[in-house]
């Protein structure tokens, strides 16, 4: 097995992958400059499938399949800190408005397509409620887990 770029010519195989996966979600563009980590893992180097390629005369990329890949796409995570005792409920909630038109508006120019929001429980549902007012989505669909990266792996 070897891990190496993705390259275009992977694109037919990955959607033959995905397609067989059966999930409920569109085929990534794997050209969107979002994607900063794009790793195939192919059954090149393997002796037996390397000897048959060399038999068949092909070079060691030609015939590769492609066993796995993985994808990062960047996104954002948004924290918002205002004062709590700063004005009234409604002096903070017109902070919160014109933040979120400025946030949204900024991160679009930088090229994001998503922003997510990981609420504390204490706030959550009241919280909750007034970012699906301005458009944002609760997505339960997905079960997510997050990977702490450091410098030992």
Not at 29 to 52: H, I, M, Q, Y
Not at 130 to 153: E, F, H, N, S, V
Request: proline share 5%; glycine share 4%; with cysteine.
């Amino acid at each position: 097995m070897q891990i190496r770029e993705y390259k275009e010519s992977d694109l037919a195989q990955l959607k033959a992958i995905h397609a067989s996966q059966g999930f409920d979600y569109a085929f990534p563009d794997f050209s969107n400059p979002l994607f900063v980590t794009k790793l195939v893992l192919t059954d090149a180097g393997d002796n037996a499938n390397e000897s048959r390629r060399q038999d068949a005369g092909a070079t060691s990329t030609a015939n590769e399949k492609i066993l796995a890949a993985a994808f990062l796409r960047l996104t954002a995570e948004t924290y918002l800190l205002i004062d709590p005792k700063s004005g009234a409920p409604r002096d903070r909630w017109q902070s919160l408005l014109a933040l979120h038109v400025a946030t949204h508006r900024d991160a679009w120019h930088r090229g994001l397509e998503d922003v997510h929001a990981w609420l504390p429980p204490p706030i959550a549902q009241k919280f909750g409620r007034r970012l699906q007012r301005l458009g944002w989505i609760r997505d339960d669909a997905w079960t997510p887990y997050c990977k702490k990266l450091d410098a030992t792996k």
